[in-house]
């Protein structure tokens, strides 16, 4: 067999036995896709890493996050900003590319240190 796939069967059986046992995570306490790691049988810490969030859930939105939220709180909303005001959209999705492309520096970065 296939060695990753062997990992990842192996990894989701550790998963399932680990949720019987009342494993924290299991709840998904950790919101906006943060990644959830149990500490013991009952505490955890949410890795919220590229989620756009902070705090002990990843429920707090990170600056940029709350901006782009408060910019488009609806669909029509949104639909109104791209024909209304063009221009501002335009710099929010800058704003979004350059953060993008300062994770993926950062990223490699570590991969060669
Ligand atoms: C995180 O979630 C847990 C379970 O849902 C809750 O009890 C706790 O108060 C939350 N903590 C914060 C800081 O939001």
Redesign the pocket.
């Given at each position: 067999m296939n060695r990753s796939i062997a990992t990842l069967l192996f990894l989701s059986l550790g998963i399932l036995f680990v949720c019987e046992g009342g494993n924290p995570c299991c709840?998904q306490?950790c919101q906006n896709r943060g990644v959830c790691t149990a500490i013991d049988g009952n505490s955890y810490e949410c890795d919220c890493t590229r989620t756009g969030f902070y705090?002990?859930?990843c429920?707090q939105p990170e600056f940029f996050t709350w901006i782009k939220m408060s910019l488009k709180p609806t669909p029509n909303t949104v639909h109104y900003l791209l024909t209304h005001y063009k221009g501002l959209w335009n710099i929010i999705n800058s704003i979004s590319f350059l953060r993008g492309q300062y994770h993926e520096i950062s990223y490699v970065t570590h991969l060669h240190v």
């Open positions: 709840s306490p705090g002990h859930n429920t």
